[in-house]
């Protein structure tokens, strides 16, 4: 048992390296394991197995998909004694660290399948979970993670729905008091921008609008300035939808400013895009191309190539345009 | 002088004859909606240009003088009140246009809006023209609302039609001083009407729904007339013909007869036009403030000295007038001290220190600073930039 506090303290210690302390917490509960054996002491074997488990998720030396494998199967051999019957809460919050891990995994993987597995697993955790309890409440903001970060790939208004539902319902539960709580705000506001400029490309934009006018208010008296520079993107997008080129161009700029000061390089580079969509959109060729190159710089950085070719593509085109009007001290490249 | 001629915007046509005395210049722009009349196949214009450039005199003497001269066309103008639709507003105008019609007086009266007889009757600004012109006032306010404003208006103009077989003439002012999220709404749900028999007139403004629409409705207005500023010459005429319209005798309109411009001196009224920008309102606007000034000096005539301490009072009056709160006071502030401000430069510590992450959100207030001839946009296609009134509180300049 102490061998398994031990890792415990190491996993939330304050002081020290964070990499040093799930190092030694990683250690202690091998150790704890080496008495805790399943057949012996089942409970505390599957306890310090999801001990183990975390302290694997979150490790930072070692190689991430590796640890995140280990993880994993620690969780699985947790979720052998701690059952839904048997262990309901402690199912519930095995389950639901157990998808953690596999929305860590696809981040890494771009992995379809493990997006869909954690989903499927965190609504089955909240089925187990005490309702408003902590566990209840992790759950539903990760699930609401997981279902914007689906919707991201399946760009189904539905997704967004349902995470708006999970933060709500986290939301409701959580207590002002809670140390994470301007987290756990701001992750409505956030969805709704994305919700927002969503709907506006449906064509229910004045919804769409008021959504992205609600969340661009929270968020900017948040300290949470990503999620603030993620819902002015998200506002130009819209704007941009709707053709009103001045407005999407200002909220582009001022998502770039954002970006830029939070040195957010895939932020930067799509707010560079979309600012030189719309100049040259408008007519303003020559400073179009300034922005499209910046967006091609960064995402060559960031190793996109499919966007580093959209780029190439839309920069020729722009070149070609340009070319077209007299300009006699500039040459441009043949198109 | 009776009194002072400046006025803060065109009232509506009860001043037509004030109007008609005062507004100068946009031959070119009023030839081209002439020219446009001279069909008889319906047409949509719209009139866009910056806050206080014109609009509003400008639809209002288009208006008068196509009234004078086609007489078989209906002509209705209404100021877009907060809370209406265009087709209710619209409505309301064009009923209150046939007071001998009993459907649109019915109308008028299920709405809860005194019809015109009954304005006639209580009213001694009331005309024969009724609320032709008019801002729609209080007493126009409707207190039920038409279930189908959109049917009932096609109804009307159906029967407007039948009186006024050349054409009836819907004029809609002040479409932008709603919020633009509203007037997008209200643009869209419009699209029926404005596509419909009536003749349709529109102001706007060029950086809000207006902007929308010279991008995405390219086709549903037949001619899109930008007001500019005016010239130094025509704002210097048009200070000739506000002054003339007081002058209870010794009229002159003779801008080369220093008579022309008194109080002031030809000198001190092309200082006064060259301070007000050649934007009206702002000129009316600084009109008043160094008329009043004056009179405060018991000075007769605007010298040099009495037009610099006019001026110099323009400012904190500007001021006043708008109350701006701390947030507003802290941009105009910021401004002064900067010149201009744009999306494009400004910086993250500026914003910052402004209380604010986004320029976005300064645009409401700069906005308001432009309302209040605080500031003033500038027009580019590149970038939103707003720059201070330049009020001169140095030396005097004679810029001949």
Same mark, same amino acid.
């Given at each position: 048992?102490?061998q398994?506090?031990?890792g415990?303290?190491y996993?939330?210690?304050?002081?020290?390296?964070?990499?040093?302390?799930?190092?030694?917490?990683?250690?202690a509960?091998?150790?704890?394991?080496?008495v805790?054996?399943?057949?012996?002491?089942?409970?505390?074997?599957?306890?310090?197995?999801?001990?183990?488990a975390?302290?694997y998720?979150? =490790?930072?030396?070692?190689?991430?998909?590796?640890?995140?494998?280990?993880?994993i199967a620690?969780?699985?051999?947790a979720?052998?004694i701690? /059952?839904?019957?048997?262990?309901p809460e402690?199912?519930? =919050?095995?389950?639901?660290?157990?998808?953690?891990?596999?929305?860590?995994r696809?981040?890494?993987?771009?992995?379809?399948?493990?997006?869909?597995?954690?989903?499927?697993?965190?609504q089955n955790?909240?089925?187990g979970?005490?309702?408003?309890s902590?566990?209840?409440?992790?759950?539903?903001?990760?699930?609401?993670?997981?279902?914007?970060?689906?919707?991201e790939r399946?760009?189904?208004?539905?997704?967004?729905?349902a995470?708006?539902r999970?933060?709500?319902?986290?939301?409701?539960?959580?207590?002002?008091?809670?140390?994470?709580?301007?987290?756990?705000?701001?992750?409505?506001?956030?969805?709704?921008?994305?919700?927002?400029? =969503?709907l506006?490309?449906d064509?229910?934009?004045?919804?769409?609008?008021?959504?992205?006018?609600?969340?661009?208010?929270?968020?900017?008296?948040? /300290?949470?300035?990503?999620?603030?520079?993620?819902?002015?993107?998200?506002?130009?997008k819209?704007?941009?939808?709707? /053709?009103?080129?001045?407005?999407?161009?200002?909220?582009?700029?001022? /998502?770039? =400013?954002?970006?830029?000061?939070?040195?957010?390089?895939?932020?930067?580079?799509?707010s560079?895009?979309?600012?030189?969509?719309?100049?040259?959109t408008?007519?303003?060729?020559?400073?179009?191309?300034?922005?499209?190159?910046?967006?091609?710089e960064?995402?060559?950085?960031?190793?996109?190539?499919?966007k580093?070719?959209?780029?190439?593509?839309?920069?020729?085109s722009?070149? *070609?345009?340009?070319a077209?009007?007299?300009?006699?001290?500039l040459?441009?490249?043949? *198109? | 002088?009776?009194?002072?001629?400046?006025?803060?915007?065109?009232?509506?046509?009860?001043?037509t004859?004030?109007?008609?005395?005062t507004?100068?210049?946009?031959?070119?722009e009023?030839?081209?909606?002439?020219?446009?009349?001279q069909?008889?196949?319906?047409?949509?214009?719209?009139?866009?240009?910056?806050?206080?450039?014109?609009?509003?005199a400008?639809?209002?003497?288009?208006?008068?003088?196509?009234?004078?001269?086609?007489?078989?066309?209906?002509?209705?103008?209404t100021?877009?009140?907060?809370e209406?639709?265009?087709?209710?507003?619209?409505l309301?105008?064009?009923?209150?246009?046939?007071?001998?019609?009993?459907?649109?007086q019915?109308?008028?009266?299920?709405?809860?809006?005194?019809?015109?007889?009954?304005?006639?009757?209580?009213?001694?600004?009331?005309?024969?023209?009724?609320?032709?012109?008019?801002?729609?006032s209080?007493?126009?306010?409707?207190?039920?609302?038409?279930?189908?404003?959109?049917?009932?208006?096609?109804?009307?103009?159906d029967r407007?039609?039948?009186?006024?077989?050349?054409?009836?003439v819907?004029?809609?002012?002040?479409?932008?001083?709603?919020n633009?999220?509203?007037?997008?709404?209200?643009?869209?749900?419009?699209?029926?009407?404005?596509?419909?028999?009536?003749?349709?007139?529109?102001t706007?403004?060029p950086?809000?729904?207006?902007?929308?629409?010279?991008?995405t409705?390219?086709?549903l207005?037949?001619?899109?007339i930008?007001l500019?500023?005016?010239?130094?010459?025509?704002?210097?005429?048009?200070?000739?013909?506000?002054?003339?319209?007081?002058?209870?005798k010794?009229?002159?309109?003779?801008p080369?007869?220093?008579?022309?411009?008194l109080?002031?001196?030809?000198?001190?009224?092309r200082?006064?036009?060259?301070?007000?920008?050649?934007?009206?309102?702002?000129?009316?606007?600084?009109g008043?403030i160094?008329?009043?000034?004056?009179?405060?000096?018991?000075?007769?005539?605007?010298?040099?000295?009495?037009?610099?301490a006019?001026?110099?009072?323009?400012?904190?009056?500007?001021?006043?007038?708008?109350?701006?709160?701390?947030q507003?006071?802290?941009?105009?502030?910021?401004?002064?001290?900067?010149?201009?401000?744009?999306d494009e430069?400004?910086?993250?510590e500026d914003?910052?220190?402004?209380?604010?992450?986004s320029?976005?959100?300064?645009?409401?207030?700069?906005?308001?600073l432009?309302?209040?001839?605080?500031?003033?946009?500038?027009?580019?296609?590149?970038?939103?930039?707003f720059?201070?009134?330049?009020?001169?509180?140095?030396?005097?300049?004679?810029?001949?």
């Amino acid at each position: 048992m102490t061998q398994n506090n031990l890792g415990l303290a190491y996993s939330n210690r304050i002081r020290g390296e964070r990499a040093d302390n799930l190092e030694r917490a990683i250690a202690a509960y091998e150790q704890a394991l080496e008495v805790y054996t399943r057949e012996a002491f089942p409970e505390d074997w599957a306890a310090t197995q999801h001990n183990l488990a975390d302290a694997y998720r979150d =490790r930072i030396q070692g190689e991430p998909l590796a640890n995140l494998e280990l993880a994993i199967a620690a969780y699985q051999n947790a979720a052998e004694i701690f /059952t839904r019957d048997a262990f309901p809460e402690k199912w519930a =919050r095995n389950q639901s660290h157990l998808a953690q891990t596999l929305i860590k995994r696809s981040g890494l993987t771009n992995a379809p399948e493990d997006l869909e597995s954690a989903i499927q697993l965190l609504q089955n955790a909240l089925t187990g979970a005490t309702p408003q309890s902590p566990d209840f409440i992790a759950t539903q903001y990760v699930l609401g993670n997981a279902l914007t970060q689906r919707h991201e790939r399946s760009k189904d208004l539905d997704d967004l729905r349902a995470a708006e539902r999970a933060y709500r319902a986290a939301l409701e539960a959580i207590s002002p008091e809670h140390y994470d709580i301007e987290q756990y705000r701001n992750a409505l506001p956030a969805i709704q921008s994305v919700m927002g400029s =969503r709907l506006v490309r449906d064509g229910q934009w004045q919804q769409g609008l008021q959504l992205l006018r609600d969340s661009n208010r929270q968020l900017s008296q948040s /300290t949470d300035k990503l999620a603030h520079a993620n819902a002015l993107y998200q506002t130009a997008k819209a704007h941009e939808h709707l /053709t009103d080129w001045d407005n999407a161009r200002t909220y582009y700029r001022d /998502t770039l =400013r954002l970006y830029k000061h939070l040195k957010d390089d895939p932020g930067m580079a799509k707010s560079y895009e979309g600012l030189g969509n719309v100049l040259a959109t408008q007519g303003n060729l020559a400073r179009s191309l300034v922005e499209l190159a910046q967006a091609r710089e960064l995402y060559a950085k960031l190793a996109r190539t499919d966007k580093v070719s959209e780029i190439d593509k839309l920069y020729q085109s722009v070149e *070609c345009v340009l070319a077209k009007q007299p300009h006699p001290d500039l040459t441009y490249g043949q *198109c | 002088m009776s009194a002072i001629p400046f006025t803060e915007s065109p009232t509506g046509f009860d001043d037509t004859t004030q109007l008609d005395r005062t507004f100068t210049g946009r031959e070119n722009e009023l030839s081209q909606v002439f020219n446009l009349f001279q069909s008889l196949e319906r047409r949509r214009i719209l009139i866009y240009g910056r806050i206080g450039i014109g609009k509003s005199a400008f639809l209002l003497e288009a208006l008068a003088t196509l009234r004078r001269n086609l007489p078989r066309k209906l002509f209705t103008y209404t100021a877009l009140p907060a809370e209406l639709d265009l087709a209710t507003a619209a409505l309301i105008a064009l009923a209150q246009e046939l007071p001998d019609d009993d459907w649109a007086q019915n109308t008028l009266h299920q709405m809860g809006i005194p019809t015109a007889k009954a304005i006639k009757e209580r009213t001694t600004e009331a005309s024969a023209n009724v609320v032709f012109g008019a801002k729609m006032s209080e007493k126009s306010a409707p207190q039920g609302k038409l279930q189908y404003p959109t049917a009932a208006l096609d109804t009307l103009i159906d029967r407007a039609l039948k009186k006024y077989p050349e054409g009836v003439v819907i004029a809609i002012d002040d479409l932008d001083k709603q919020n633009p999220a509203r007037v997008r709404q209200l643009m869209h749900d419009a699209q029926g009407i404005l596509k419909g028999r009536a003749w349709f007139m529109l102001t706007g403004h060029p950086t809000g729904i207006t902007a929308d629409l010279l991008t995405t409705e390219r086709g549903l207005f037949d001619l899109q007339i930008e007001l500019k500023e005016l010239d130094q010459k025509t704002t210097y005429q048009m200070l000739v013909n506000y002054l003339d319209s007081v002058r209870i005798k010794d009229h002159c309109t003779d801008p080369s007869d220093p008579r022309s411009v008194l109080p002031f001196s030809p000198e001190t009224a092309r200082h006064f036009c060259q301070v007000s920008q050649g934007k009206p309102r702002l000129f009316n606007r600084l009109g008043t403030i160094v008329l009043n000034r004056a009179a405060e000096l018991q000075a007769d005539k605007i010298t040099p000295e009495v037009l610099q301490a006019g001026l110099k009072s323009a400012a904190p009056k500007l001021q006043e007038r708008a109350a701006l709160n701390f947030q507003e006071e802290r941009v105009r502030s910021r401004l002064q001290e900067r010149g201009s401000l744009s999306d494009e430069t400004i910086e993250i510590e500026d914003l910052e220190q402004l209380g604010v992450r986004s320029f976005s959100e300064l645009v409401p207030i700069l906005e308001k600073l432009e309302e209040a001839d605080l500031a003033h946009q500038i027009l580019r296609s590149d970038a939103q930039e707003f720059a201070a009134i330049d009020l001169p509180f140095g030396e005097f300049i004679d810029t001949e």
